[in-house]
């Protein structure tokens, strides 16, 4: 069993904090988030890094936070009109020392070579904590699916594995899905790399079922999140979610699942948003309405209230400074799962004043880190982005199995390994909490659990 680390002295650990601040590239504001996610690490770990001398002595703070290595590429393509478009790709392959790499992509306009290392630096603990082996990694592009032709986003798919080709592979690295990345752009994607390698293998996940997806990848993310939330409230102590209000935001892949896992449970889902507004609607929302306007219309939530009038559409434009109107509505739980720092200390305030008792991150990082003092300061059940977000990267892990063995797993079958991982890593995070002295911060668990494993693996591999 681990050693536990001796309690550290306040002004250790400020000379500590003093350190991590000097890890910061004042010359970079691309390199905030990445920041923030790596002070989070580093505190958490702290006091263990203080006591167990095997990771001090192999460096493996300055090891960790660097990654192995930035790759960045121009995307050219031609739109409808014949124009030539320009993008940047990019694949941050951050740690290996699990496995291959894995992480998925994002197309969004915000992407940046900091948002990539954040949310790559994110995945080695991520990954880590399902306890499978695979290592960490991000990638993306500036480039916006939104408003796109069917046929841009194939030409743009096209162009972008043109190059991406040359760096990944089933036992090397394996992207998957994120924002603005889902069946459709998998789809063209491993087409043009089984076009250019003649090679049929799992290299990407969050494929179509038809060829080589596993069931239930779509819903893994969602489920997971309210797997885990349910096992965190019972450990805690806290009454489940049955016959309560929560509230969601996001209406992408990940919120339009967990929001369909609170109905399975009989929770009362009231809102979601996307980046025009917030639906909010008191009797629960209408999910196959949802799932119409997202994924298959494509098309602003404001849409929603032409269906039902008696339904609430709050734009953008109408938030509060500084708050979002989701976080500002009575609730048992809230589920951020749009996207990074979405929930500020603002919305800490209003939620825990509003009598919300759990907040699960389903996106990654939603809540800033004053937000997430403030809820562990109040004993809100917080389960951060890591650990309760992990379902989707463990069923793409259970996609390479189902590729490897040349097999297709049941939906039952699926589910029933998801919730299984789900509630193993909600113990395993609880149990390191608990062990570490700092009972029911899930987010000092989770780093710590996660940290140990991918450190321990790099110390026996040597340098
Ligand atoms: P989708 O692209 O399916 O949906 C994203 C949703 O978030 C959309 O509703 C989108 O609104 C909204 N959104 C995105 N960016 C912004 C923004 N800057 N401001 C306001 N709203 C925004 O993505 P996913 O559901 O797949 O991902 C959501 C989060 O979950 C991300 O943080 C991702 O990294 C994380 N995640 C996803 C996993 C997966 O399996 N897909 C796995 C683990 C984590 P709009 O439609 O208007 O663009």
Redesign the pocket.
């Known amino acids: 069993m681990a050693k536990k680390a001796n309690k550290i002295d306040k002004d250790v650990m400020d000379k500590a904090k003093e350190y991590i601040a000097t890890l910061r590239n004042p010359n970079c504001a691309e390199d905030d988030v990445f920041f923030q996610a790596m002070e989070e690490v580093l505190l958490s770990i702290t006091p263990l890094y203080l006591t167990d001398s095997k990771y001090k002595n192999n460096a493996i703070v300055k090891r960790l936070i660097n990654p192995d290595r930035i790759i960045k590429f121009k995307v050219e393509w031609f739109d409808d009109s014949g124009h030539v478009q320009v993008n940047t790709g990019y694949r941050v392959q951050f740690n290996n020392a699990l496995g291959p790499y894995k992480g ?1 992509l ?1 197309f ?1 306009p ?1 992407v940046n070579e900091g948002i990539l290392k954040f ?1 790559g630096f994110e995945q080695i603990l ?1 990954n880590a904590l399902t306890g499978l082996s695979i290592g960490g990694a991000k990638g993306g592009s500036d480039f916006d699916p ?1 408003g796109k032709s069917d046929f841009e986003v194939m030409r743009f798919c096209s162009a972008f594995m043109k190059e991406l080709h040359k760096f990944i592979g089933a036992r090397v690295d394996i992207p ?7 069946a459709r752009e998998i789809g063209y994607l491993f087409g043009e790399y089984k076009k250019i390698t003649s090679s049929f293998d799992g290299v990407l996940t ?1 494929k179509p079922f038809f060829f080589g997806g596993s069931l239930m ?2 819903e ?3 489920y997971g999140v309210i797997y885990f939330t349910e096992k965190m409230l019972e450990l805690e102590k806290r009454e489940p979610l049955k016959d309560k209000i929560c509230v969601v ?8 699942h967990a929001i369909e896992k609170l109905y399975h449970l009989g929770a009362i889902p009231v809102t ?5 507004g917030t639906v909010y609607d008191a009797r629960g929302v209408d999910l196959d309405l949802l799932k119409d306007l ?1 994924f298959n219309r ?1 098309v ?2 404001a849409e929603y209230i032409k269906e039902h009038p008696e339904s609430e559409f709050i734009p ?1 434009s109408e938030y509060p400074k500084g708050g979002h109107a989701v976080w500002n509505i009575e609730c048992y739980a809230a589920f951020p ?4 720092n ?1 929930l500020t200390l603002k919305d800490a305030k209003a939620l825990v004043k509003n009598g919300c008792e759990c907040v699960s991150e ?5 809540s800033s880190t004053e937000a997430i003092n403030h809820f562990l300061k109040k004993e809100i059940c917080f389960a951060p ?1 890591k650990a309760a ?5 463990a069923v ?1 892990g259970f996609e390479m199995s189902q590729n490897a063995q040349m097999r297709r797993w049941s939906f039952d079958e699926v589910d029933a390994r998801l919730k299984e991982t789900m509630i193993e890593i909600c113990n395993r995070v609880a149990y390191t909490a608990n062990e570490y002295g700092v009972k029911g911060n899930y987010v000092d668990g989770a780093n710590i659990a996660g940290f140990k494993k991918v450190a321990d693996a790099m110390i026996a591999e040597g340098i």
Do not use: F, W, Y
């Open positions: 998925g994002r969004h915000s949310l991520k939104k998957a899905g994120d924002i603005g990345v889902g969050g990848r779509p893994a993310t969602g935001s996001g209406a992408g892949n990940v919120a339009l979601c948003t996307d980046s025009t997202k494509r602003s939530l953008v799962c749009a996207t990074q979405e389903g996106a990654n990082m939603p982005a977000n992990a379902g989707g990267v793409s």
